[in-house]
């Protein structure tokens, strides 16, 4: 376990390092951090543009036939595609690593390293190209692919003998010097930018990609044998590739997600920690108060209404956590009967009048509400819910409406307020659980992020759906329909 975290941080701050290397050294061609890698950037472009022009020159002097044309085509087409779906690798934040080495490695094994180089250089400077990077960084990667490649060929032509085992060695030998090419070039410029030891940085890269480059030289080595054998035979290969390609983005997926709920929880607990110690320490300090003190009967009351509502936001507090593990664990009962529309939410809108703040107001309006299918407990602490929502995210104030009207086979409730707003990139992650505005967004109101989860939840129970419709500033409107009544 703790191996793990470990090795994970490490990969998250390499992959940080690269990531921000590439971005700031890129991002513009005479910013400070580009002048202070030129001694690597220079060099490196220089070297990427001979061996591509020497590769270009030697493989139209070669006078390829059609058959190698159109396999050179089909590895470069091959490797552009995997190129352009990097494989994710837990661990390797910078890695999402390509599977294009495969191709590109296995092109210059089989073809030659003029071919291998090309392959290389086309496939990084069209997918780099493609993703609109800045012009700097397509040169410089697609001069370290140039160079991987041609390293890679020329390892390949080295290695002498015949049949199988020749072809075998060569894949692997070119499959090495590839990815020692690729590293080391990554590692220097990196390094450079970071004013940190290249050594360092190498033998980091090496530590967190060795296993997934391992791989993919054993499957350099099976593409290469199978290639020899007939082109044909080689495309079984796609199979075990693209299962590999999409297990690694699935578990890296769910990788993901549970990370990000897992720092949800994390903050779940601080806000709730929080958020059960203010109403407590009201509630022990009025009391403290009333049992200390001959109190005059107006002070006695104001002290009596301090504990009644803080111990009323405590149980409300409770109660959401209660619900939220209810839910989850599926031991919430629904009973779906006829149930009043129009009553339930004059008994809301009611309720919620008596303790309204100065300056928001509450209306109701009830053009057509016809009966709706749910359970009218759950419905009511759903719209319970959306109204002390609407109250609490109205800091300065402002109007509030229940709305109630048929909708295509549905009844359609509608909370809307004057509040603070949600940005339309968070409309959908407020239904989530524990998932709640950035504080400079909410002006610090409090909240643990169940409430609207709770409300999803039930709804879904019940038929329903719920959605919001808003803009920062202007207000927020919630939105939940149930299967009308006389419509099943
Ligand atoms: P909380 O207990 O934090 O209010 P909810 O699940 O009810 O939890 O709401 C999730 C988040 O959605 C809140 O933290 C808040 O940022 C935002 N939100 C909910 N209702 C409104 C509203 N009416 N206006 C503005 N923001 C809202």
Redesign the pocket.
């Known amino acids: 376990m703790t191996q793990t975290h470990v090795h994970r941080r490490r990969g998250s701050a390499t992959g940080a390092a690269l990531a921000a290397a590439q971005r700031r050294t890129f991002g513009s061609l005479f910013s400070s951090e580009t002048l202070r890698v030129l001694p690597v950037l220079l060099p490196v472009t220089l070297g990427g543009a001979a061996v591509a022009t020497v590769a270009v020159l030697k493989f139209i002097e070669s006078g390829p036939g059609t058959s190698t044309l159109a396999g050179v085509f089909a590895l470069l087409i091959a490797s552009t595609v995997a190129e352009a779906f990097p494989v994710p690798i837990e661990g390797v934040a910078v890695g999402r690593t390509s599977l294009a080495t495969i191709f590109i490695v296995a092109t210059a094994a089989i073809y030659g390293w003029p071919a291998g180089t090309l392959v290389a250089v086309l496939t990084m400077s069209l997918i780099e190209l493609g993703r609109r990077k800045p012009f700097s960084r397509i040169v410089y990667n697609s001069a370290v692919y140039a160079l991987a490649g041609a390293g890679a060929g020329a390892v390949a032509t080295w290695i002498e003998g015949h049949g199988i085992t020749r072809l075998t060695l060569a894949a692997l030998g070119a499959s090495t010097a590839f990815y020692a090419a690729n590293i080391t070039l990554l590692a220097a410029v990196v390094a450079r930018w970071a004013k940190e030891s290249w050594v360092r940085f190498l033998g980091r890269y090496v530590y967190l990609t060795a296993v997934p480059f391992g791989v993919m030289a054993c499957l350099t080595v099976i593409l290469v044998d199978l290639w020899d054998r007939s082109p044909f035979i080689a495309v079984v290969l796609v199979g075990p590739l693209a299962s590999i390609a999409l297990y690694e983005h699935r578990m890296h997926a769910a990788l993901r997600r549970l990370r990000e709920l897992d720092r949800l929880k994390d903050e779940f607990m601080a ?1 709730v920690s929080h958020e059960l110690r203010t109403p407590l320490a009201s509630v022990y300090g009025a009391a403290m108060t009333l049992e200390q003190r001959a109190l005059e009967q107006k002070e006695y009351d104001a002290l009596l209404r301090v504990i009644y509502h803080e111990s009323a936001r405590l149980a409300r507090l409770v109660d ?1 956590v209660l619900w939220a593990s209810r839910l989850e664990s599926d031991r919430t009962e629904v009973t779906l009967a006829t149930l009043d529309s129009a009553e339930v939410a004059r008994e809301v809108v009611d309720a919620a009048r008596a303790h309204l703040p100065a300056g928001v107001s509450l209306e109701l309006a009830l053009d057509d509400a016809p009966a709706a299918i749910g359970d009218a407990e759950k419905v009511k602490q759903v719209l319970v ?2 109204v002390e ?2 109250v ?3 800091p300065d104030g402002g109007r509030i409406a229940v709305r109630l009207a048929p909708h295509d086979g549905h009844v359609r409730f509608a ?1 809307e ?1 004057e ?4 940005p339309a990139s ?1 409309q959908r992650r ?2 989530e659980k524990f ?3 950035d504080p400079n ?2 002006r610090g ?11 999803r939840e039930l709804l879904h129970r019940m038929n329903g759906e719920i959605w ?1 419709q ?1 803009e920062v500033g202007k ?2 409107t ?1 939105v939940f329909e149930l299967p009308r009544a006389d419509s099943t």
């Open positions: 806000v959401q819910n959306l929502n609407a609490k995210y109205s909370v307020d509040g603070l707003g949600i968070e407020i239904f998932h709640r505005l967004l909410t109101v409090g909240g643990t992020g169940l409430g609207l989860y709770i409300c919001v808003s207000g927020s919630f």
